[in-house]
């Protein structure tokens, strides 16, 4: 039983993660009908943005050296800009363009992202060492875990609060809703289209950066496809949770989360290795049964 | 496939005019270039097939794929299973069955071999995703490519594991592959002429007139995926016999995001396109690959750095998808000559003529 409670408590935290990811991809789907695939590749950029651009070897700390209460909002600007330039030089362009034109634009912006960052800092896989402390482990009844996975989930349900509020509460949320209920129509009533999108790539790409702050204080490694496998993970998060769907990226991610780690820790030792193979598996069934997701959302549905 | 044998010569205008093209470039290339072009030019007409094979299901359907290199990796490793050396498959794959790990096959048998395997594979998987359309099918080919990489990554004692596959013998030349690519665009355009083709193209166009008009779209989905993950694995078959070494790797998102880009830069809705998109993207990455490599300016020696190439690729593909969303093509086939549409055009103002006294409307 206890063995299972920790198992649980892994999976919240990987779930966070991935439930952050899905929402920074969800709300750009709801909007844009943009399935990116380079949201993997801004959650490495956040990473690579805590050091010295340099292709050296030895990694050294320029961001990543601050208090955290400056190095925080500048990973996040830093993402925040290269999601903004992304959407006006690639994205902007193709505002009429079909989902699969859409998709086939993100690969490309993320296959630019991955070699400028291999191109700038060298293919090498560099150690870094963001806030240590978090990595000491914390006695909760009979529970032991890292202090990180508590801030995880911490700063998880944090921004989900802040989120929610941004989106039920304000002008601009209530905008950004409408848009992504029916586009069209949220333009007639006035609401300007390219603000909203451009409000969808910032706040993504402030997840984004979250993401990787989290992620890199838990592995301590910069690699150029370091966000990929995240983001392949929260992909697959906004699928099963019904695309469009923001509750449904979070379920989702969450899903996700408790999938992997349980089929880590139940699976036969054999077949352990084989466990990505399972996830994605068990998602296609997912999908074929719901092909709209766990939360399918009315505007998704296509008319005749 | 021939449906309406009176036309046939007319369905086999285009793929004479692209093959007879590809052969004029093959033909150049091996008389004026040295080995490392012959290599290239192997990897091209490869990469050709994959796209071409990708097409067939695509370019017909209109659902896009990310999964149709999962099948190249499957033809790959059918392929080096098929033609190692016993000796050594007996001591590295022990999972392979006897009648795989005891024999060595010929070219041929291996090849055939690799596009079964990739066929019944993609009957499998289509059987369970073709009733899914957009985006939903195009993730769910993405989850069958991550599949499929995480099995060849970690079953050890069938495919090597994260080591590799060494020496399969390397029989694979510029001109056999250009063979194996003429029968793959011969192939193409026979489906995409056939009736199984245009009722496709026409689901492609307007699923739900489609449908209204009793076409059975998830059959002949199947159909075209099955197709074209033969060729795929066909593809797959020729590489590992072309490069002598396999990885797991090798057949991920790299190579999936090339063979899209290729796909879309030259125009997803034309065979012609496939072409000259596999075409254009070989020229331009061999360009930036020699500017990597270095060259001289007079008397300075230049070099691009490491990673032009693939930015290059990801600037073009960008540029494309925003200036010619159809492709370079435009998604059309090369034309007909003014003089044949002319006589075609009379053929069907005569067939217009004839009464029509039965037949439903």
């Not at chain 2, 080591?163 to 995409?192: E, H, K």
Request: charged share 10%; glycine share 10%.
């Amino acid at each position: 039983m206890i063995g299972f409670l920790q198992n649980l408590l892994d999976a919240l935290s990987l779930g966070s993660l991935y439930a952050l990811a899905a929402l920074g991809i969800g709300l750009l789907f709801g909007i844009l009908r943009l399935v990116n695939f380079a949201h993997g590749d801004f959650i490495t950029l956040g990473a690579y943005a805590l050091i010295v651009p340099s292709s050296a070897d030895i990694a050294t700390l320029l961001i990543g050296g601050w208090t955290w209460v400056a190095l925080v909002p500048a990973v996040v600007v830093i993402v925040v800009v290269v999601a903004l330039v992304s959407d006006a030089l690639i994205f902007r362009p193709l505002r009429t363009g079909s989902a699969p034109t859409l998709m086939t634009a993100s690969f490309a912006l993320s296959f630019i992202i991955q070699n400028g960052i291999l191109m700038i800092y060298g293919a090498r896989p560099k150690a870094i060492n963001l806030w240590s402390g978090l990595s000491d482990q914390v006695q909760i009844g009979p529970l032991t875990t890292p202090k990180l996975d508590l801030v995880v989930i911490g700063v998880t349900i944090l921004l989900m609060l802040l989120l929610t509020f941004f989106l039920k509460r304000t002008r601009y949320g209530i905008q950004m809703r409408a848009a992504a209920e029916n586009f069209r129509m949220a333009r007639h009533l006035g609401v300007d289209a390219n603000f909203v999108i451009g409000l969808a790539f910032a706040i993504s790409g402030g997840l984004a950066a979250t993401v990787s702050l989290l992620f890199v204080s838990q592995t301590g490694t910069l690699t150029q496809t370091m966000g990929q496998p995240i983001a392949l993970f929260a992909f697959i998060a906004t699928v099963v949770g019904g695309m469009g769907s923001l509750v449904g990226a979070v379920v989702g991610g969450f899903a996700v989360g408790i999938i992997v780690v349980m089929l880590q820790a139940y699976l036969p030792p054999d077949l352990r290795s084989f466990r990505d193979a399972f996830a994605f598996g068990l998602i296609i069934l997912v999908l074929v049964a719901r092909p709209s997701g766990l939360i399918p959302t009315r505007g998704l549905a296509e008319r005749v | 496939m021939f449906d309406n044998p009176s036309n046939v010569l007319g369905r086999l205008y285009l793929p004479c005019v692209l093959v007879v093209g590809l052969g004029v470039i093959v033909l150049l290339c091996t008389l004026l270039g040295g080995d490392q072009i012959a290599v290239s030019l192997t990897e091209m007409l490869i990469r050709l097939i994959v796209v071409v094979g990708l097409y067939m299901f695509v370019g017909n359907s209109g659902i896009l794929s990310f999964g149709h290199i999962a099948f190249m990796g499957i033809g790959a490793y059918a392929a080096a299973w098929a033609t190692c050396d016993p000796d050594w498959k007996s001591m590295m794959l022990t999972g392979l069955p006897l009648i795989l790990q005891e024999h060595q096959y010929p070219f041929l048998v291996a090849v055939v071999f690799a596009c079964l395997l990739a066929a019944a594979v993609a009957l499998v998987f289509g059987l369970i995703i073709l009733r899914l359309s957009g985006i939903a099918a195009s993730i769910s080919t993405f989850a069958f490519l991550v599949v499929i990489n995480s099995i060849t990554a970690n079953w050890d004692t069938v495919t090597g594991g994260t080591s590799s596959v060494v020496n399969i013998p390397t029989v694979v030349g510029p001109w056999t592959a250009f063979v194996f690519a003429a029968i793959a665009i011969l192939a193409a355009a026979l489906l995409q002429t056939s009736s199984i083709g245009l009722m496709l193209r026409a689901s492609r166009d307007d699923e739900v007139a489609a449908k209204a008009s009793g076409i059975g779209i998830t059959q002949l989905r199947l159909i075209a995926f099955v197709l074209s993950a033969l060729f795929v694995g066909l593809a797959g078959a020729l590489y590992a016999q072309f490069l002598g070494i396999l990885t797991a790797d090798i057949f991920y998102i790299t190579l999936t995001f090339v063979a899209v880009t290729m796909l879309v830069v030259g125009g997803v809705g034309s065979l012609t396109g496939a072409v000259v998109g596999v075409v254009v993207i070989t020229a331009v990455t061999e360009t930036l690959r020699a500017g990597e490599a270095g060259f001289h300016l007079g008397s300075l020696a230049l070099a691009l750095p490491r990673g032009t190439q693939e930015i290059g690729l990801g600037v073009i593909m960008a540029l494309v998808l925003i200036f010619r969303p159809s492709g370079l093509t435009g998604s059309r086939e090369v034309p007909l000559p003014s003089g044949a549409r002319r006589a075609g055009a009379a053929v069907l103002a005569v067939n217009a003529e004839k009464p029509r006294s039965v037949g439903p409307r």
